[in-house]
Structures are given as structure tokens and as C-alpha cells.
């Protein structure tokens, strides 16, 4: 057997006359950038996240840049978050001009440690990036308490976490601002960039309004320098169609998840945990085990797909040798860089294919 990593033409082929008669739709309105396709779109997934305002940017990463803009985030700024993620977490600090500030991680869920967070502070820090890895969502109370305390902005990178809850509230109405992204492989996801921040700031909506379409506040008036970054009305039809299946498209996640858990007990293999306040929606189904190289070469061998998100930390990339990091600064993500990897978790697995690769594992990492 083989079994695909993630598979999106399994999704497609479920819904696929609803989605091809809202793309027609878009196609022949003749409407393609914003318009009242995005507005709709912005409007259900703003009362989805019980946040007052959703504004649609053309990717996950551009909805951090103009988060830190819309906050004022900039040259001479830090910015503290976590090393164990995707680049782009701390690449958009680098691109508004501040300097990201790495802190270990929490050893089960993967996420910036609240405890960390106080001994990196210093007069620049202005605010907190967590991240809502794999689908968990961080420890946000805490997370909030230290902020409150310290005056910092939150801004929650929740680009793998659509419809997780923290204490029964979903990701995206957590902080100052939520930022998701679409990109096709994550759990609410179009067909090409698209992205989105949430926010219940009135003035942080609409500074972000007036970013993603070059500072314009009028036709022709810029009062601000801004970009080029909207959601377009293609995806927007798309994303409208796949919200009406999300959360299904979660629950059997959970139920992927559930089956996996049951079928590791008693081996070597750490599943991935969900604390008392999180609902996890499971982006990602990531173990820790021993010997993973070998574990990997094993799937890879048996026909499976795998992925290690992720094998080298932030703060030990190239680019930020100049943060001057050294190895062994931040063990925590460091010794999740060698255990962890993620196993096949999209919704539309069949059972037999969770059990082949549960199996598969099972015997791997016996030796
Ligand atoms: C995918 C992702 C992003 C970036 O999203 P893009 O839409 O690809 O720009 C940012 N942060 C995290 C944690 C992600 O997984």
C-alpha cells in the first residue's frame, strides 16, 4: 500500500460541483480583485472567529507584515517568538525593520514557552508572535497575562490552527490580531496564496485595509506607504465553499488522531498532546521517537509519505547567524528538530491507510 502525505484531489473530487460552479461564478462577474466575493468571504470568516473585523491579504506571511505595520512595529523593535516553526514567523519581523527574539518551547505542544517569555523582554520588546503550531493553540492566558503586564502587543500566527479553540475561543480572536493563511495545504486552504487577519481593533482593521492596497484611503489619495496584497475573489469563492466543510474536515482530523493515539500506546512513540484548554485540529500529527532519521527511511521505504517540520530551528538558520545564537542556546527546540515527524493526517484517509502507517511505525521504531 501506499499512503500519500496529503492528497487534495480526494477533497476535490467531494466537492467538486460546488466548487467549479463558484469559481465559474467569479469568472463570469468579471470582478476578480476584492469586490463583494472577498467581502462576503471576510464577513463569514470574521463571525467564524468571533472576531469583529477579517480583512483578506494575499498570503499567511503578508498578513503578519501588516500586522506589525498596523501596530507600528518596526526599526529598532523585538519581537519575541518561537524558533519551532515555519520561516515565515520570523521573517516578517525581520521585514518590517525589528529583530526577532527567539525563546524556547514547551516539550509537548510544541509551542513558545509563557515561562520564557519574561527573561527576553528588554525596553524594545514590543510584541508577542505565538504560534499555534501544528494546529494546538499556545498557552494564550498566560501568554496574555505576561503581555498585559509588559504592555506588548500580541499577534497570534495562526496559520495552522483554523478552528482551533483555546478555552472554547477559536484562534484568530485570541489577540490584537490572528493571522491565517491559506496555502493549500493547511486545514482551510484555497487554491493558490491567499491570506487573512483577524482583529477586533477597528483601527488595526483598517490600517491594514488601507496596507494591502498601497496606502490608497481615496482613489489616487496615499497617505501611507503600503503594498500590493489582497485576497482575490477566485479564492474567495473557494474558501466560502470549503468553510461549509471545515470543521468536518476537522473532526476527522481528531478522529485520525484519536486512532493513531490509541494505536502507539505502549511504544517508544510520544504522541502529540492536547492540553485541557486546547482543541487541537491536528495541521499536523507529529510524534516524537527515537532514532527518527531511521524511522523516516522506513515510511519512505514502505511507500508512505512523511515530513519533518521542522529539522533545523530559527534561531540556527543561516540568516540569523547574526543574532549570534549559539547551538545548544535554546535545547528544547533544538532536541525537537531531531525527534519529530509528522505523519499522513488529511481527513479523507481511509482507516486502513492510518492503520498501514500506525503499523508501519509501530515496527520501526522497534528496530
Ligand atoms: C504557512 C505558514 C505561514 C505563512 O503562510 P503563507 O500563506 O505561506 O505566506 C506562516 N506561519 C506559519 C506557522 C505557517 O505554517
Not at 494591502?212 to 496615499?222: C, L, S
Amino acid at each position: 500500500m501506499k499512503v500519500p502525505f496529503l492528497d487534495l484531489t480526494r477533497q476535490y473530487q467531494q466537492i467538486k460541483a460546488e466548487l467549479d460552479a463558484a469559481v465559474l461564478k467569479v469568472l463570469a462577474s468579471g470582478q476578480f480583485i476584492l469586490g463583494e466575493t472577498v467581502k462576503q468571504f471576510e464577513e463569514a470568516a470574521a463571525h467564524y472567529c468571533g472576531a469583529q473585523h477579517a480583512v483578506g491579504v494575499a498570503s499567511g506571511t503578508d498578513a503578519l507584515v501588516l500586522a506589525l505595520r498596523a501596530l507600528g512595529i518596526g526599526v529598532g523593535d523585538e519581537v519575541i517568538t518561537s524558533p519551532f516553526t515555519f520561516f515565515a514567523t520570523a521573517e516578517c519581523v525581520s521585514q518590517v525593520g525589528a529583530t526577532p527574539v527567539f525563546v524556547d518551547i514547551e516539550p509537548d505542544t510544541f509551542n513558545l514557552d509563557p515561562a520564557a517569555i519574561e527573561s527576553a523582554l528588554t525596553s524594545r520588546t514590543k510584541a508577542v508572535i505565538p504560534v499555534h503550531l501544528f494546529g494546538h493553540c499556545a498557552d494564550m492566558e498566560r501568554i496574555h497575562a505576561i503581555a498585559e503586564k509588559h504592555g506588548l502587543f500580541v499577534i497570534e500566527d495562526a496559520a495552522q490552527a483554523w478552528g482551533a479553540t483555546c478555552n472554547g475561543k477559536r484562534a484568530g480572536g485570541l489577540g490584537y490580531a490572528g493571522c491565517f493563511s491559506f496555502f493549500p495545504t493547511k486545514n482551510l486552504a484555497c487554491c493558490g496564496d491567499g491570506g487573512l487577519l483577524t482583529t477586533n481593533d477597528d483601527e488595526i482593521a483598517q490600517q491594514v485595509r488601507l496596507l494591502r492596497t498601497h496606502g490608497q484611503a481615496q482613489r489616487y489619495e496615499h497617505v501611507m506607504l503600503g503594498y500590493n496584497s489582497r485576497l482575490d475573489a477566485l479564492q474567495a469563492a473557494v474558501l466560502a465553499v470549503k468553510l461549509k466543510y471545515v470543521d468536518r474536515w476537522n473532526e476527522r482530523r481528531r478522529q485520525h488522531a484519536q486512532r493513531y493515539n490509541e494505536l502507539f500506546a505502549g511504544t517508544p512513540v510520544v504522541p502529540p498532546a492536547e492540553k485541557p484548554y486546547a482543541k487541537h485540529v491536528y495541521h499536523q500529527y507529529t510524534i516524537r521517537v527515537p532514532h527518527r532519521d531511521a524511522v523516516e527511511r522506513s515510511l519512505k521505504e514502505a511507500g508512505i509519505g512523511c515530513m519533518v517540520y521542522y529539522r533545523v530551528p530559527l534561531h540556527l538558520q543561516p540568516v540569523y547567524a547574526h543574532l549570534g545564537y549559539p547551538a545548544g542556546s535554546l535545547p528544547v527546540a533544538e532536541q525537537a528538530c531531531r525527534e519529530v515527524i509528522s505523519l499522513p493526517i488529511f481527513p479523507e484517509l481511509t482507516e486502513e491507510e492510518v492503520e498501514y502507517v500506525a503499523e508501519t511505525v509501530r515496527t520501526a521504531v522497534k528496530g
